[in-house]
């Protein structure tokens, strides 16, 4: 017979027990809180200065604002700590790849993973889908400042030319994910070209270059083309100008390793690097200025293997990046910008023979919103006794050697405005008409690190809106006391005065 155990027996085991486990459960969260506390901890150390994600991170929080308490104190300590926590890059790369490998999927909305490797740039998005696509009168609006810049260029005898580089969802489609669904009906581009063509406006047409093509010319983990896809660019763009471009199959061919932008995003600590074929360039030109890393903003080369000494400026954003090294080693002096709103001026440009725009695809709607810095173009117009159906509002303000005028048109059928003139009074009382940009207020939903800049004047709505650049020196402030808008409309031949403008008028 078992000896029965009395409660005053067991007692002592199942006190141990339970201490037993509390010290388990002790040291478990005190060992949750230390790995916790390891990205606050190390930051002084091992703390993150950079990303790759196309945005600027948060600065150091101030207890001070303007000489008063941040009452943001707390939110902006929250975000610095979220973009600067030790180790940072490598949690995010970590959880980047478990859900790429287990769920198809990308850990941030900046990037689309495709299938067999392939990652695109989520900016393009709004292209592939055709969502949010740019209004008629916003294209026609691109196609008139690229007609006025054409015009400016071409008066002073220097070649124009308009090359936009391709998407890359819209070229390779196939490896999209099965959930992003590739819309219906043309594309931004597609609506722009017949309206390049009846402009008379000069472009190399990328997109056919490029479906012509069997090969794969963008990489699989990067938003851009790749150096053969370059040098097809190359190519096209120096036929359409009527140059003689370098003969890349007769230069020194070698291999080298590429890391996507698109893969550095999503796998900042380490990313995957890519096989690519490039041609040899670096001895057939030279950088002449301070600048001589393709990232940056505005460099300067020259060559003197060019044999007829002609000049090339070239406002690109980051698919001229390998650009530069064939363009450079084509001109005696070449010129590539990517600052944003483009400089035309004379200053800027009175060397160069040739003018070469290029610009990606999912940035057309540029074109329409912010004009390039040039002197608006005389005109001689014949007004019209008629009264306009609408109104203007009108801003008159200074920028740097400029009188900019801008404004929007109200009440007015815009399918059949063709042309927006300014007329101002000089000082010596005389008048002169000038034409104006047209400007949309429509914006690129994405922005990245190119220095896109966006309209946001605050008298622009709509696709309605015009700007005038005027030399100030000419004008002079006379142009504050008296400044008129006129319509031309499609079918008209006189112009309709819908705007008087007076000093303290501005609207």
Same mark, same amino acid.
């Given at each position: ?10 007692? !002592? ?7 037993? *486990? ?135 005898? @220097? ?17 999209? !994910? ?9 594309? *931004? ?65 070698? *291999? ?71 363009? $450079? ?22 060397? $160069? ?11 057309? $709607? ?9 002197? $608006? ?54 008048? @002169? ?9 429509? @914006? ?9 800049? %966006? ?16 030399? @100030? ?20 031949? %006189? ?13």
């Amino acid at each position: 017979m078992r000896k029965a155990v009395s409660p005053e027996d067991s007692a !002592p085991v199942h006190v141990e027990h339970r201490e037993n *486990n509390r010290g388990i459960y002790v040291a478990f969260v005190v060992a949750v809180l230390a790995v916790l506390l390891i990205p606050l901890v190390c930051m002084p150390f091992a703390h993150e200065s950079t990303t790759t994600e196309k945005r600027e991170l948060a600065p150091v929080p101030q207890p001070m604002v303007d000489g008063k308490p941040n009452l943001s104190l707390l939110s902006d300590a929250g975000d610095y700590f979220s973009d600067h926590f030790a180790f940072r890059n490598v949690m995010v790369d970590a959880n980047a790849t478990i859900r790429q490998k287990l769920f198809l999927t990308s850990a941030t909305q900046n990037v689309v993973v495709g299938t067999d490797g392939w990652l695109y740039y989520a900016g393009t998005l709004n292209d592939y889908q055709r969502r949010n696509r740019m209004s008629d009168q916003a294209l026609r609006n691109a196609c008139t400042n690229l007609a006025l810049m054409q015009e400016y260029f071409e008066s002073q005898g @220097k070649a124009f030319l308009l090359a936009m580089a391709p998407n890359k969802n819209g070229l390779y489609p196939e490896h999209m !994910p099965y959930y992003e669904v590739q819309g219906e009906g043309e594309s *931004n581009f597609d609506r722009l070209v017949p309206l390049l063509r009846e402009a008379g406006i000069h472009y190399v047409d990328l997109h056919a270059a490029f479906r012509s093509k069997d090969e794969v010319l963008y990489f699989k983990r990067d938003s851009h083309w790749n150096d053969r896809g370059a040098m097809l660019a190359y190519d096209e763009i120096m036929s359409a100008l009527g140059r003689e471009a370098v003969d890349s199959s007769a230069l020194e061919q070698g *291999n080298t390793k590429h890391i996507g932008d698109v893969d550095s995003m999503l796998h900042p600590a380490f990313p995957e690097p890519e096989e690519q074929r490039i041609v040899n360039l670096n001895d057939a030109y030279r950088f002449a200025g301070e600048s001589t890393d393709v990232e940056d903003s505005y460099l300067i080369t020259s060559s003197d293997s060019a044999v007829d000494g002609t000049s090339l400026i070239m406002y690109r954003d980051s698919f001229g990046n390998n650009l530069i090294a064939p363009f $450079a080693a084509s001109y005696a002096q070449a010129v590539f910008t990517k600052l944003v709103p483009y400089d035309m001026s004379a200053r800027m440009c009175a060397f $160069a023979h040739d003018v070469v725009v290029e610009r990606t695809e999912r940035h057309l $709607a540029y074109f329409s919103t912010n004009p390039p810095y040039i002197l $608006a173009p005389e005109r001689s117009v014949r007004e019209s006794d008629a009264a306009a159906s609408g109104t203007a509002s009108m801003r008159v303000a200074e920028n740097g050697p400029y009188m900019v005028v801008e404004g929007s048109l109200e009440g007015l059928d815009l399918d059949k405005v063709a042309h927006v003139y300014v007329r101002v009074s000089k000082e010596d009382g005389s008048e @002169k008409t000038y034409e104006a940009f047209r400007v949309s207020a429509t @914006k690129d939903e994405e922005s990245d690190s190119e220095g896109d800049a %966006q309209n946001d004047s605050d008298v622009i709505a709509g696709d309605g809106g015009y700007r005038c650049y005027l030399d @100030k020196e000419e004008v002079g402030a006379k142009v504050l006391e008296s400044a008129e808008v006129m319509v031309q409309t499609q079918n008209g031949v %006189q112009c309709i005065n819908v705007l008087h403008h007076s000093a303290g008028q501005s609207k």
